[in-house]
């Protein structure tokens, strides 16, 4: 089978690309001029093009089997968020334009978990809980939401289209980092004096990867799958950071109104006067008033979906972000 891949020089990318050719897939990976691709499997023929001008690329696709379509722009804060819904966005209609035209035979589009509908009581949702765009907090969450709809639609006109959605991965390779990276990364460097009252679903990136690949064969058409491990609160998983690595969790729990002023004046200082990304973000912090505990069920019944501790997971990004520079050793140094 041969397999055009977006996204493989992003964290949950890489580890599909890597799980791909392991089980002997060719791979035609879709990357940019300033892409590093010294991660990417040696064996993979890369692209150079860009979701938002398709046309450089619409040539490789011609003789593919299957698409799997891993790249987004995420981030919690963008001085201009054009660019993050062309390429969520029009990027993704884009792409299934082009399997379409070039027969491509089955699509896996990566979509999140934050398209679905969270609740601030700690409700654990399904694909099935009522959502809107309404509910959906920030650009990238509306961006996701609308590049889901689009996946949706070509589906429902016969496009052989599934859609995933990760939950919030966790392990190795994560080297941007992604927001829930950099709170492993904020841990080991002792960056968490206070915590705030929110929760997240953890699984672990190599289960996403694999069942990327099952979906391919076993995914129904149309259909939106869950993909999940556990549901912990903030402080429960620094918790679990506290234990791996010998390091203090904290203590201290910090009001969601205060972490929206730091949070504000973050985005000033740092994002608009500085030109660089901040630490915390104000759509981090309102994303944050809703649990987001989830149930993969269905992912599980009809995909094989493994959930399973998520600790192993937890140690293999520590041991990664120690190994690779991001933190000094912590006083237990994760195996």
């Known amino acids: 089978m041969r397999i055009f891949l977006t996204g493989a ?26 892409s590093n691709t010294s991660r990417l499997p040696k064996g993979a023929e890369l692209v150079v093009g860009d979701l938002r001008a398709p046309e450089g690329f619409a040539q490789a696709l011609s003789d ?73 907090i920030g650009h990238y969450k509306r961006s996701k939401w609308m590049a889901e709809r689009v996946a949706l639609e070509a589906a429902g006109a016969g496009q052989e289209v599934m859609v995933l959605n990760p939950t919030t991965p966790i ?12 709170i492993v990364v904020d841990f080991l460097n002792r960056k968490f004096p206070a915590y705030v009252d929110t929760g997240l679903n953890l699984v672990d990136v190599d289960e996403v990867a694999r069942i990327h690949l099952v979906a391919l064969e076993r995914g129904r058409v149309g259909e939106r799958y869950i993909l999940g ?83 192993e997971a937890l140690r293999a990004a520590c041991s990664w972000y120690v190994a690779n520079g991001y933190a000094p050793a912590p006083p237990r140094v994760p195996a």
Request: charged share 25%; net charge positive; proline share 4%.
């Open 171 to 182: 392990g190795s390779m994560d080297a941007k980092p992604t927001p829930t990276g950099r």
């Open 229 to 311: 491990g556990e549901n912990l609160t903030l402080k429960q998983i620094l918790d679990r950071l506290a234990e791996i690595t010998g390091l203090k969790s904290p203590a201290m729990k910090a009001p969601h109104a205060l972490a929206m002023v730091f949070a504000f004046f973050d985005e000033m200082v740092t994002g608009r006067l500085l030109g660089k990304e901040p630490r915390a973000t104000v759509e981090a912090v309102k994303m944050g008033r809703k649990k987001m505990f989830a149930s993969s069920a269905k992912a599980e019944r009809e995909l094989g979906l493994r959930v399973g501790s998520i600790e």
């Open 64 to 136: 593919c089997d299957a698409l799997i379509h891993v790249a987004a722009d995420y981030r919690l804060w963008a001085p201009d968020a054009v660019e993050m819904y062309q390429t969520n966005v029009e990027g993704t209609r884009n792409l299934l334009l082009l399997a379409r035209q070039a027969g491509v035979r089955r699509v896996v589009y990566t979509s999140s978990v934050a398209t679905m509908g969270f609740k601030t009581d700690g409700t654990v949702v399904d694909e099935e809980t009522p959502v809107s765009e309404a509910d959906m």
């Open 9 to 34: 020089t992003g964290f949950v990318g890489a580890h599909v690309a890597q799980m791909a050719e392991a089980q002997g897939a060719r791979l035609r990976l879709l990357t940019r001029v300033s």
